[in-house]
């Protein structure tokens, strides 16, 4: 099995995909342990940290990344690399959201009444224009 | 110009060096070129799959974020033990992927055709579990947006986030299910190559290929199975 591979060199085996299997199995059963206790907003923390330990084993073994030419771990980082980004900004927009008002807005409960008159919702809608006159046959 | 392309023909043909390896094509130098080549392809699609499941998965939590009562709530009615059933198939299938990949590095043609076959099986095995699950949930009206109608009295309030928890639940676990069954697909079709005597230690691309896509489904249920069964 040595002398004879010099065109792919692999250097798994069946002794490592097979703990590696079981390192899989043993923090399945970690996470749905965690998952019964109440750690409140940290559950969901803890179940990803747990998710994404798997992937990287998965990743690193099953899918030979650690034996492979770094090129392919540049591609498997990057897309995750960018998932990450994706997924921070979106939860930092989400967290952070206020009731978001212009700082110079005038206190509007003291505000004159808008009069009747210049009030879109109390003045009667527009009469429809008058249909155009019909033009009149020219002469010969 | 015209003799550069000639003389490309003239060394195009199949069988002219003894050597030669049928597999290798002419515009790579070298074997492992063509592999590495494949390989970096397969990979580039891989990110693009992980960024398309993460764009469903950043609108799950998202959701989430806007109904956390109604999600938590909604969980309840998938059912952990089939959830946590099919991880294991899904890990334990993708070893014997890995092993049949091992396989074929090793030019062990009868060991490389039992781990696909074993590897397709549990793809089944997982097809059945899902069916189950989602008999069930079709019993009993859990169904994504407006075919959503299920009648409990506790859930009346919440009507609108349940829909919304099992229209993320659908989706995400139907695409997946397509692309196990593409998977199956693939396996099949590696199998009955496998079976012809195509692959060896000197040319098992596709069987490498295969297993990258394989264990990438596998690496996506890794991350829905505690987002979905286990969140609270």
């Known amino acids: 099995m040595s002398s004879h591979n010099e065109t792919h060199s692999?250097?798994?085996g069946p002794r490592i995909y097979t703990a590696n299997l079981f390192a899989l199995l043993f923090l399945t059963v970690i996470t749905i342990v965690a998952a019964s206790f109440n750690f409140g907003s940290a559950n969901v923390v803890i179940a990803l940290a747990i998710a994404t330990m798997k992937a990287t084993l998965v990743a690193l073994f099953f899918m030979h990344l650690v034996w492979d030419k770094p090129v392919n771990s540049i591609?498997?980082?990057a897309g995750f690399l960018f998932l990450g980004i994706f997924l921070m900004f979106d939860f930092l927009d989400v967290g952070t959201r206020v009731?978001?008002?212009p700082r110079n807005m005038p206190n509007m409960e003291n505000a004159t009444p808008v009069p009747d008159s210049m009030n879109p919702l109390k003045t009667p809608a527009p009469k429809p224009l008058e249909p155009a006159p019909a033009k009149e046959a020219p002469k010969e | 110009m015209s003799t550069t392309t000639s003389d490309v023909h003239a060394h195009g043909g199949h069988g002219e060096h003894g050597e030669h390896n049928p597999y290798h094509q002419h515009h790579f130098a070298t074997m492992e070129q063509q592999f590495d080549t494949s390989k970096i392809g397969m990979w580039l699609f891989l990110v693009t799959e992980v960024l398309l499941f993460g764009g469903l998965f950043v609108g799950f939590g998202l959701m989430q974020a806007r109904?956390?009562?109604e999600f938590v709530e909604a969980h309840t009615y998938l059912q952990r033990s089939l959830g946590a059933l099919n991880t294991v198939v899904l890990l334990v299938s993708s070893w014997t992927m890995v092993m049949?990949?091992?396989a074929a590095q090793t030019s062990q043609k009868d060991k490389l055709v039992r781990?696909?076959?074993a590897t397709i099986l549990l793809a089944c095995v997982f097809l059945v579990i899902k069916y189950i699950e989602y008999s069930h949930k079709f019993a009993d009206h859990l169904l994504p947006g407006i075919f959503y109608g299920h009648q409990a009295e506790d859930l009346i309030k919440g009507t609108h986030g349940y829909a919304t928890f099992f229209s993320f639940y659908f989706m995400m676990t139907g695409l997946h299910g397509i692309h196990v069954v593409v998977g199956i697909v693939l396996l099949s079709w590696l199998m009955m190559r496998a079976k012809r005597g195509d692959f060896n230690k000197e040319y098992y691309t596709p069987v490498d290929l295969v297993g990258l896509y394989w264990?990438?489904?596998?690496?996506i249920w890794i991350y829905l199975?505690?987002?979905y069964y286990l969140i609270s």
């Open chain 2, 100 to 102: 049949g990949v091992n």
């Open chain 2, 225 to 227: 199975f505690p987002l």
């Open chain 1, 10 to 12: 692999h250097h798994g």
């Open chain 1, 75 to 77: 591609i498997a980082i």
């Open chain 2, 115 to 117: 781990y696909l076959l």
């Open chain 2, 67 to 69: 109904y956390p009562r």
């Open chain 1, 99 to 101: 009731n978001l008002l």
């Open chain 2, 215 to 219: 264990h990438v489904v596998d690496m």
